[in-house]
C-alpha cells in the first residue's frame, strides 16, 4: 500500500518559514492536501489539491508538489501555528485514503 | 454552517461492539460523500472507512474490514460506524469528517470526535 513519511517535528522561530515535507514514491502524480490539528481540537484542512487554500486559511500557508516531495511552506510564522500537521492522498490503487505520519511545528 | 457531531463513543471490553453517529446540518448531507478516521492517543490520523452519497460505495482501511461497518441515513442525515469484535487497539478518537472529491480527494469539515475505549 501506499506510504507518506513525514518528518516527526519541525522547530521554527517566530516570524521566519517553515517547510514541513511529505515524501511518497511519486506523490507529484498525486493531489496532496494538508490538515492542521492543535492539542484537543479537530483536524483543520489548511491546503488542498497541493496548492488551493480552504477559504478563512491565511495566504501564509501554501503548498508545492513535485516529484517525490510535496511541500507545506508555512511564511512569517506565529506562535498559534504551533501544531501538528498531516499530508494526505488518495491512493486510486488500492481505494485508500492515506495520511502520512503526522510533523510537530514547534514555534520557539 | 457545515457542522458534524459524533456521539457513540464509551468504555467497551474487548470483543464488544458499538454503534458511532454522525449527525450533520449545514449542508445537503445527501449529496456529500463521507469518511470516518481515528486517532490513538498521542498517535497519527488513520483512516478507516469512506461511504459514497448513495451509499453504493463503500471502502475500508485494511485493519478494520470485516469488524466495523459503514452506512448512511440521507433521510436523517446521519452517518453510522458500526464497530464490533474490538480490540485494544481500536482505542481512538473517532471523527466523521465530510469528503470532497474533485480533483483531489480530501475531507473539508470534521466533527469535534467522539471517544472509543477498549479495556476489560
Known amino acids: 500500500s501506499y506510504v507518506l513519511s513525514q518528518s516527526p517535528s519541525v522547530s521554527v522561530a517566530p516570524g521566519e518559514t517553515a517547510r514541513i515535507y511529505c515524501g511518497g514514491h511519486?506523490?507529484?502524480?498525486?493531489?496532496v492536501h494538508w490538515y492542521q490539528q492543535k492539542p484537543g481540537q479537530a483536524p483543520v484542512l489548511v491546503v488542498y489539491?497541493?496548492?488551493d487554500r480552504p477559504s478563512g486559511i491565511p495566504e501564509r500557508f501554501s503548498g508545492s508538489n513535485s516529484g517525490n516531495t510535496a511541500t507545506l511552506t508555512i511564511s512569517r510564522v506565529e506562535a498559534g501555528d504551533e501544531a501538528d500537521y498531516y499530508c494526505q492522498v488518495w491512493d486510486s490503487s488500492s481505494d485508500h485514503v492515506v495520511f502520512g505520519g503526522g510533523t510537530k511545528l514547534t514555534v520557539l | 454552517e457545515v457542522h458534524l457531531v459524533e456521539s457513540g463513543g464509551a468504555l467497551v471490553q474487548p470483543g464488544g461492539s458499538l454503534r458511532l453517529s454522525c449527525a450533520a446540518s449545514?449542508?445537503?448531507?445527501?449529496?456529500?460523500?463521507m469518511n470516518w478516521v481515528r486517532q490513538a492517543p498521542g498517535k497519527g490520523l488513520e483512516w478507516v472507512s469512506y461511504i459514497s452519497s448513495s451509499g453504493s460505495t463503500i471502502y475500508y482501511a485494511d485493519s478494520v474490514r470485516g469488524r466495523f461497518t459503514i452506512s448512511r441515513d440521507n433521510a436523517k442525515n446521519s452517518l453510522y460506524l458500526q464497530v464490533n469484535s474490538l480490540r485494544a487497539e481500536d482505542t481512538a478518537v473517532y471523527y466523521c469528517?465530510?469528503?470532497?472529491?474533485?480533483?483531489?480527494?480530501?475531507?473539508?469539515?470534521w466533527g469535534q470526535g467522539t471517544l472509543v475505549t477498549v479495556s476489560s
Open positions: 489539491n497541493d496548492t
Open positions: 449545514g449542508f445537503t448531507f445527501s449529496t456529500h460523500r
Open positions: 469528517a465530510r469528503y470532497v472529491a474533485d480533483s483531489g480527494d480530501y475531507s473539508d469539515f
Open positions: 511519486n506523490v507529484g502524480s498525486k493531489s
